[in-house]
Protein backbone atom coordinates (compact mmCIF):
# COMPACT_ATOMS: atom_id res chain seq x y z
CA UNK A 1 0.00 0.00 0.00
CA UNK A 2 1.05 3.19 -0.45
CA UNK A 3 2.29 6.13 2.12
CA UNK A 4 -0.04 7.56 4.77
CA UNK A 5 -2.17 10.59 4.12
CA UNK A 6 -4.83 11.89 5.35
CA UNK A 7 -7.89 12.75 3.79
CA UNK A 8 -9.62 16.02 4.75
CA UNK A 9 -13.67 15.32 3.15
CA UNK A 10 -16.89 14.88 4.70
CA UNK A 11 -17.70 11.47 5.71
CA UNK A 12 -19.59 10.39 2.87
CA UNK A 13 -16.87 12.01 0.47
CA UNK A 14 -14.32 9.93 2.21
CA UNK A 15 -15.52 6.66 1.50
CA UNK A 16 -16.46 7.48 -1.58
CA UNK A 17 -12.18 8.83 -2.31
CA UNK A 18 -11.22 5.68 -0.65
CA UNK A 19 -13.03 3.27 -2.44
CA UNK A 20 -12.54 4.85 -5.61
CA UNK A 21 -8.76 4.32 -4.84
CA UNK A 22 -9.11 1.37 -3.28
CA UNK A 23 -10.99 -0.16 -6.99
CA UNK A 24 -8.14 1.57 -9.25
CA UNK A 25 -5.62 -0.37 -7.07
CA UNK A 26 -7.47 -3.78 -7.24
CA UNK A 27 -8.57 -3.39 -11.19
CA UNK A 28 -4.85 -2.39 -11.55
CA UNK A 29 -3.45 -5.52 -9.66
CA UNK A 30 -1.44 -3.48 -7.23
CA UNK A 31 -3.55 -5.04 -4.52
CA UNK A 32 -3.56 -8.72 -5.93
CA UNK A 33 -6.36 -11.80 -5.20
CA UNK A 34 -5.90 -12.39 -2.05
CA UNK A 35 -4.51 -9.35 -0.69
CA UNK A 36 -6.00 -8.79 2.76
CA UNK A 37 -7.64 -4.92 3.63
CA UNK A 38 -7.45 -4.57 7.33
CA UNK A 39 -9.53 -1.82 8.71
CA UNK A 40 -7.08 -0.60 10.92
CA UNK A 41 -4.54 -0.56 8.48
CA UNK A 42 -6.38 1.57 6.10
CA UNK A 43 -7.56 3.86 8.33
CA UNK A 44 -4.25 4.69 9.39
CA UNK A 45 -2.99 5.41 5.51
CA UNK A 46 -5.92 7.49 5.13
CA UNK A 47 -6.23 9.00 8.57
CA UNK A 48 -10.18 8.70 8.70
CA UNK A 49 -12.27 6.85 11.19
CA UNK A 50 -12.85 3.14 10.44
CA UNK A 51 -16.35 4.23 9.84
CA UNK A 52 -15.78 5.44 5.80
CA UNK A 53 -12.99 2.41 5.38
CA UNK A 54 -16.61 -0.10 6.54
CA UNK A 55 -18.55 1.83 3.65
CA UNK A 56 -15.59 2.07 1.04
CA UNK A 57 -15.27 -1.97 1.77
CA UNK A 58 -18.94 -2.08 1.38
CA UNK A 59 -18.93 -0.65 -1.85
CA UNK A 60 -15.98 -2.90 -3.00
CA UNK A 61 -18.02 -5.70 -1.85
CA UNK A 62 -20.99 -4.99 -3.78
CA UNK A 63 -18.57 -4.50 -6.78
CA UNK A 64 -17.37 -7.86 -6.90
CA UNK A 65 -14.00 -6.74 -5.90
CA UNK A 66 -13.67 -8.61 -2.16
CA UNK A 67 -15.25 -10.87 0.46
CA UNK A 68 -15.87 -8.95 3.48
CA UNK A 69 -14.83 -10.58 7.05
CA UNK A 70 -16.62 -9.73 9.90
CA UNK A 71 -14.41 -7.40 12.22
CA UNK A 72 -11.99 -7.74 10.11
CA UNK A 73 -12.01 -6.06 7.29
CA UNK A 74 -11.81 -7.73 3.64
CA UNK A 75 -9.71 -9.58 1.17
CA UNK A 76 -9.56 -8.96 -2.52
CA UNK A 77 -11.27 -11.53 -4.23
CA UNK A 78 -10.23 -14.04 -6.49
CA UNK A 79 -11.94 -15.40 -9.53
CA UNK A 80 -11.99 -18.90 -11.13
CA UNK A 81 -12.14 -19.84 -14.66
CA UNK A 82 -16.44 -20.42 -14.54
CA UNK A 83 -16.99 -17.07 -13.16
CA UNK A 84 -14.76 -15.56 -15.75
CA UNK A 85 -15.84 -16.94 -18.70
CA UNK A 86 -19.88 -16.35 -16.47
CA UNK A 87 -18.70 -12.83 -16.97
CA UNK A 88 -17.73 -12.65 -20.27
CA UNK A 89 -21.33 -14.13 -21.62
CA UNK A 90 -22.90 -11.32 -20.01
CA UNK A 91 -20.08 -8.67 -21.54
CA UNK A 92 -20.98 -10.08 -24.88
CA UNK A 93 -24.73 -9.39 -24.17
CA UNK A 94 -23.76 -5.68 -23.05
CA UNK A 95 -21.13 -4.81 -25.26
CA UNK A 96 -22.22 -6.82 -28.46
CA UNK A 97 -25.27 -4.49 -28.04
CA UNK A 98 -23.48 -1.62 -26.75
CA UNK A 99 -22.06 -1.61 -30.38
CA UNK A 100 -24.96 -2.70 -32.17
CA UNK A 101 -26.57 1.10 -30.76
CA UNK A 102 -23.56 2.69 -31.51
CA UNK A 103 -23.24 2.00 -35.00
CA UNK A 104 -26.94 3.88 -35.09
CA UNK A 105 -26.85 6.42 -32.93
CA UNK A 106 -22.57 7.91 -32.68
CA UNK A 107 -21.90 11.24 -33.75
CA UNK A 108 -19.69 12.31 -36.10
CA UNK A 109 -17.79 13.86 -32.97
CA UNK A 110 -17.16 10.95 -31.60
CA UNK A 111 -16.09 8.83 -34.54
CA UNK A 112 -13.56 11.57 -34.43
CA UNK A 113 -12.44 10.47 -31.20
CA UNK A 114 -12.09 6.79 -31.51
CA UNK A 115 -10.01 7.31 -34.62
CA UNK A 116 -7.53 9.50 -32.87
CA UNK A 117 -7.69 6.32 -29.58
CA UNK A 118 -7.17 4.15 -32.55
CA UNK A 119 -4.36 5.74 -34.43
CA UNK A 120 -2.95 6.71 -31.07
CA UNK A 121 -2.79 2.88 -29.88
CA UNK A 122 -1.13 1.48 -32.68
CA UNK A 123 1.40 4.47 -32.63
CA UNK A 124 2.35 2.98 -29.52
CA UNK A 125 1.75 -0.45 -30.35
CA UNK A 126 4.49 0.70 -33.09
CA UNK A 127 7.75 2.17 -31.20
CA UNK A 128 6.92 -0.36 -28.27
CA UNK A 129 7.62 -2.93 -30.70
CA UNK A 130 10.32 -1.75 -32.15
CA UNK A 131 12.20 -0.66 -28.98
CA UNK A 132 11.69 3.47 -28.95
CA UNK A 133 9.68 2.87 -25.96
CA UNK A 134 9.61 0.67 -22.88
CA UNK A 135 7.27 -2.12 -23.50
CA UNK A 136 5.62 -1.63 -19.29
CA UNK A 137 5.24 1.84 -20.66
CA UNK A 138 3.61 1.04 -24.04
CA UNK A 139 1.87 -1.36 -22.51
CA UNK A 140 0.10 0.68 -19.69
CA UNK A 141 -0.53 3.06 -21.93
CA UNK A 142 -2.34 0.69 -24.40
CA UNK A 143 -4.65 -0.57 -20.97
CA UNK A 144 -5.89 2.80 -20.67
CA UNK A 145 -6.54 3.75 -24.67
CA UNK A 146 -8.58 0.26 -24.35
CA UNK A 147 -10.14 1.55 -21.80
CA UNK A 148 -11.38 4.87 -23.47
CA UNK A 149 -12.01 3.36 -26.51
CA UNK A 150 -14.82 0.96 -25.50
CA UNK A 151 -16.28 3.06 -22.83
CA UNK A 152 -16.80 5.60 -25.70
CA UNK A 153 -18.65 3.10 -27.38
CA UNK A 154 -20.99 2.14 -24.56
CA UNK A 155 -21.25 5.98 -24.20
CA UNK A 156 -22.06 6.41 -27.93
CA UNK A 157 -24.97 4.30 -27.59
CA UNK A 158 -27.06 6.99 -26.06
CA UNK A 159 -28.58 4.57 -23.00
CA UNK A 160 -27.16 6.06 -19.86
CA UNK A 161 -28.32 2.56 -18.29
CA UNK A 162 -26.44 0.36 -20.64
CA UNK A 163 -23.14 2.82 -19.97
CA UNK A 164 -24.12 1.73 -16.13
CA UNK A 165 -24.06 -1.89 -17.17
CA UNK A 166 -20.46 -1.59 -19.03
CA UNK A 167 -18.98 0.45 -15.94
CA UNK A 168 -19.94 -2.48 -13.72
CA UNK A 169 -18.17 -5.25 -15.79
CA UNK A 170 -15.21 -3.97 -17.22
CA UNK A 171 -13.62 -2.77 -13.72
CA UNK A 172 -12.49 -5.92 -12.96
CA UNK A 173 -8.80 -7.49 -12.20
CA UNK A 174 -9.45 -9.79 -14.87
CA UNK A 175 -10.95 -7.23 -17.93
CA UNK A 176 -8.39 -4.65 -16.88
CA UNK A 177 -5.32 -6.82 -17.23
CA UNK A 178 -6.47 -8.53 -20.62
CA UNK A 179 -4.11 -6.98 -22.86
CA UNK A 180 -1.62 -8.26 -20.14
CA UNK A 181 -1.57 -11.85 -21.36
CA UNK A 182 -1.45 -10.69 -25.61
CA UNK A 183 1.89 -10.93 -26.82
CA UNK A 184 2.77 -8.49 -30.01
CA UNK A 185 0.42 -10.58 -32.10
CA UNK A 186 -2.18 -10.38 -29.93
CA UNK A 187 -2.03 -6.63 -29.45
CA UNK A 188 -1.81 -6.12 -33.22
CA UNK A 189 -5.17 -8.37 -33.62
CA UNK A 190 -7.06 -6.69 -31.27
CA UNK A 191 -5.55 -3.09 -32.55
CA UNK A 192 -6.79 -4.52 -36.14
CA UNK A 193 -10.29 -5.56 -34.84
CA UNK A 194 -10.85 -1.66 -33.40
CA UNK A 195 -9.99 -0.59 -36.68
CA UNK A 196 -12.83 -2.74 -38.18
CA UNK A 197 -15.23 -1.75 -35.69
CA UNK A 198 -14.95 1.88 -36.37
CA UNK A 199 -15.13 1.21 -39.81
CA UNK A 200 -18.17 -0.76 -39.02
CA UNK A 201 -19.83 2.54 -37.52
CA UNK A 202 -18.90 4.70 -40.38
CA UNK A 203 -20.86 2.53 -42.05
CA UNK A 204 -23.70 2.64 -39.90
CA UNK A 205 -23.93 -1.56 -40.31
CA UNK A 206 -25.51 -2.48 -36.61
CA UNK A 207 -25.19 -6.47 -37.61
CA UNK A 208 -21.22 -5.87 -38.54
CA UNK A 209 -20.60 -3.87 -35.80
CA UNK A 210 -22.15 -6.64 -33.42
CA UNK A 211 -20.11 -9.06 -34.86
CA UNK A 212 -17.02 -7.37 -34.94
CA UNK A 213 -17.83 -6.85 -31.06
CA UNK A 214 -18.70 -10.30 -29.83
CA UNK A 215 -15.83 -11.84 -32.31
CA UNK A 216 -13.16 -9.29 -30.46
CA UNK A 217 -14.60 -10.47 -26.97
CA UNK A 218 -14.28 -14.21 -27.88
CA UNK A 219 -10.97 -13.32 -28.45
CA UNK A 220 -9.81 -11.81 -25.09
CA UNK A 221 -11.70 -14.38 -23.03
CA UNK A 222 -9.63 -17.14 -24.92
CA UNK A 223 -6.99 -15.18 -23.87
CA UNK A 224 -7.58 -14.82 -20.05
CA UNK A 225 -8.71 -18.72 -19.83
CA UNK A 226 -5.18 -19.82 -22.11
CA UNK A 227 -3.37 -17.96 -19.72
CA UNK A 228 -5.18 -19.23 -16.61
CA UNK A 229 -4.41 -22.56 -17.51
CA UNK A 230 -0.71 -21.89 -17.49
CA UNK A 231 -1.05 -20.27 -14.67
CA UNK A 232 -3.96 -19.43 -12.48
CA UNK A 233 -4.67 -15.64 -12.51
CA UNK A 234 -6.01 -15.70 -8.98
CA UNK A 235 -2.24 -16.21 -8.08
CA UNK A 236 0.87 -13.94 -8.94
CA UNK A 237 2.26 -14.53 -11.90
CA UNK A 238 4.13 -12.77 -15.03
CA UNK A 239 2.38 -11.07 -17.47
CA UNK A 240 3.40 -10.62 -21.54
CA UNK A 241 4.28 -7.00 -19.87
CA UNK A 242 6.84 -9.22 -17.38
CA UNK A 243 7.83 -11.57 -19.69
CA UNK A 244 8.09 -9.38 -22.69
CA UNK A 245 10.97 -6.91 -20.56
CA UNK A 246 12.90 -10.74 -19.38
CA UNK A 247 13.07 -11.64 -23.14
CA UNK A 248 13.51 -9.01 -25.32
CA UNK A 249 16.74 -7.29 -24.88
CA UNK A 250 16.25 -4.39 -27.04
CA UNK A 251 13.44 -3.02 -24.77
Known amino acids: MRREQTVRLKSGDKAQFIYTELRQEIVEGRL ?7 EEKLAARYGVSRTPIREALTLLEADGLIILQRNRG ?5 YDKKEIYDIYDLRLLIEGYA ?6 WITDADLIVLKGLLSEAEEVLDRAGRGWMPWNVGLRRLVENNLQFHRLIARAGANAFLE ?13 RTL ?22 IARDPDMAESIMRTHLYTGRQAIL ?17 EHDSTHSKL
Open 74 to 78: GVVRK
Open 180 to 201: QVYGEEGLKTSLRQHRMLVEAF
Open 164 to 176: GLWERYTFLPFVY
Open 32 to 38: PPGERLI
Open 99 to 104: ARRAAQ
Open 226 to 242: NAMSASPLSESQPTQEE
